[in-house]
């Protein structure tokens, strides 16, 4: 993988072809790669705009969710977060926001 600058990284919205799986495609043309190799993963990932926040958010582990067999996994490894539906990952920073309103009310 080569070593790209910000005015390399191809989007979905530059692409536009309609359709995001297209889109997809087309980026891992340019990028010669498999759509569904680790590579084309990892080229999304350096260009993805959000990258530098993950830090800001309560990963779940595997050894927290109900279920998982421990034997086939790293218990302590993140987990893949695909709920789509729902409010996403919790930020670390909830607890302070929703301290400081419980404070403001108990000062009421």
């Keep these: 993988m080569s070593d790209r600058g910000n005015s390399d990284i191809i989007t979905h919205k530059k692409i536009g072809s309609g359709h995001p799986y297209n889109d997809l495609k087309q980026i891992a043309k340019i990028h010669q790669c498999d759509m569904s190799s680790v ?45 789509a539906n729902s409010l996403g990952l919790c930020p670390k920073k909830t607890r302070e926001y929703i301290d400081m309103e419980l404070l403001k009310w108990a000062k009421l």
């Design 39 to 83: 590579e084309f993963a990892k080229r999304l990932d350096e260009q993805d705009v959000l990258r530098d926040r993950r830090h800001e958010f309560c990963l779940p582990k595997m050894k927290d969710i109900p279920g998982v067999d421990h034997s086939l996994v790293d218990s302590g490894s993140d987990c893949l977060y695909f709920a």
